[in-house]
């Protein structure tokens, strides 16, 4: 079946400094889509992504989706406490209300 | 606009228990999906409904049911509960099945 890598597994940054994760496939998705999940709460979507090639901004957050397909990548600028979470990129291809999650990068930022 | 609700939050049940929880989507959106999500296995995708109508069904056993009624309000069941279906299960809802927006979550504790 489809799986989704998604890299680092975790991250421990310094206040102000850009973040780069990402997420691979096995198999082409037509959307990309990027979640932040805070502890006991559900995922909060963050940039949907519906073309290859397509680059999306979503204040300081910035996310691609890859030309083959079967990669996006998400991008945060100058990071604040706040962001403080964990990150999940999720994919669909053709099958409805069905996600496919990553298994999520946890993001750490000190002051 | 208000945003997905589920009840209740919290459940704790007994191995063998049935349990029922409820999902009310954002108004307008018509797809309702649920998935469970534990620290082992992460998100995996549950069921989707479109419509009063299972459109999708992941790879759970029987035990886990769900329904949509008319006004695209959601539950799902599990019935004889073991104690791995401990998980905190999301339900998240869509206007047209690709950007899912999601709920709190239950966390269902099986004792």
């Known amino acids: 079946g489809q799986q989704l890598n998604q890299s680092p597994q975790s991250m421990f940054i310094q206040e102000g400094e850009d973040v780069s994760m990402n997420c691979t496939s096995s198999?082409?998705?037509?959307?990309w889509l990027w979640y932040k999940q805070d502890p006991g709460e559900g995922p909060v979507l963050l940039i949907a992504l519906y073309k290859a090639g397509e680059l999306t901004s979503n204040g300081r957050l910035t996310a691609q989706f890859g030309i083959t397909r079967k990669d996006s990548f998400l991008n945060i600028s100058a990071s604040i406490p706040s962001d403080v979470g964990i990150y999940f990129c999720a994919g669909n291809y053709n099958q409805g209300g069905k996600l496919i999650f990553g298994q999520g990068t946890e993001l750490s930022v000190k002051p | 606009k208000a945003g997905v609700t589920q009840t209740p939050r919290y459940l704790i049940k007994t191995r063998g228990q049935q349990v029922t929880l409820s999902c009310s989507p954002i108004s307008g959106h018509r797809s309702v999906s649920w998935y469970q999500q534990t620290p082992g296995q992460g998100l995996q995708f549950l069921f989707e409904?479109?419509?009063?109508?299972?459109?999708n069904k992941g790879n759970f056993p029987g035990r886990f049911s769900g329904r949509q009624f008319s006004n695209s309000r959601s539950e799902m069941n599990v019935s004889t509960l073991e104690l791995g279906d401990s998980a905190l299960y999301l339900c998240?809802?869509?206007?047209?099945?690709?950007?899912?927006?999601f709920g709190p979550g239950t966390r269902l504790t099986v004792t």
């Open positions: 998240a809802s869509s206007r047209d099945r690709n950007e899912q927006y």
């Open positions: 409904y479109f419509s009063e109508t299972q459109r």
């Open positions: 198999s082409i998705f037509n959307t």
